[in-house]
């Protein structure tokens, strides 16, 4: 939904520091060192666009569109780029972009919003609407509760401190974290990169068919 964000989007990346540290730019970082250097780069849910400026200095020719659907992420994520950035702003929720052909798609913890069934809609959608010949790669960083190897309660107790806090501030819907990336093995894609920090709980992984 259009702005849900707007309210918390000044303390969004404190209120991340607070209950994370700093693991959550940690594992985009890396998710960024997987990105090839050139191409046209789709961003979903991008928010203050903390990820920007290790983008630009990991690639800086890349061609970006970052979909937002808050203005005051978009407002804060602006400030962020650097001038040499090639970067679009789009302010929607259904993914629209005027870019003709899309390589790469960018997420990160932005599925976590959606249950599986509407996960595995937006990527068939995306799919079918990226004009790219050799299909699109898709770059993934999120939370993953499935195979943690240690403080298991402590990870539990964030994501349902994070979700309640999601839910009473934003028009967040679903309940339970996701198996985002399970979605992507069901429809279809392979592991090309994969990494974890905090004993399996952050993921980044590349996906391709
Ligand atoms: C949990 S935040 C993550 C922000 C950022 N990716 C990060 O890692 O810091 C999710 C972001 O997705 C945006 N969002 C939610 N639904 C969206 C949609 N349908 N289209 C575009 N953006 C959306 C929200 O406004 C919010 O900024």
Redesign the pocket.
């Known amino acids: 939904?259009l702005n849900?964000?707007n309210r918390i989007?000044p303390f969004?990346?404190i209120l991340?520091r607070i209950v994370y540290g700093k693991s959550?730019i940690h594992i985009?970082e890396k998710l960024v060192s997987y990105l090839p250097k050139e191409g046209n780069i789709l961003i979903?849910?991008?928010?203050?666009g903390?990820?920007l400026p290790y983008l630009f200095k990991h690639a800086p020719l890349l061609s970006i569109s970052y979909?937002?659907?808050?203005s005051q992420?978009i407002e804060l994520a602006s400030k962020k780029t650097n001038s040499g950035q090639q970067i679009t702003f789009y302010h929607?929720?259904?993914?629209s972009v005027d870019e003709q052909q899309i390589d790469f798609i960018f997420?990160?913890?932005?599925f976590?919003?959606f249950d599986e069934e509407k996960i595995r809609s937006i990527i068939h959608s995306l799919e079918d609407n990226c004009n790219c010949t050799n299909g699109i790669r898709w770059f993934i960083?999120d939370f993953d509760l499935s195979d943690i190897s240690k403080n298991v309660w402590i990870r539990k107790f964030q994501i349902k401190l994070s979700i309640t806090f999601?839910v009473l501030s934003?028009q967040h819907k679903t309940r339970n974290l996701p198996l985002i990336f399970n979605a992507f093995d069901k429809t279809g894609y392979k592991t090309l990169n994969k990494s974890t920090i905090k004993n399996g709980f952050l993921r980044a992984e590349v996906f391709y068919k």
Do not use: C
């Open positions: 939904m849900s964000y989007a969004y990346s991340s959550l985009q979903l849910g991008g928010g203050d903390a990820v979909v937002e659907s808050s992420m929607n929720d259904d993914f997420a990160a913890f932005f976590d919003l960083a999601f934003t």
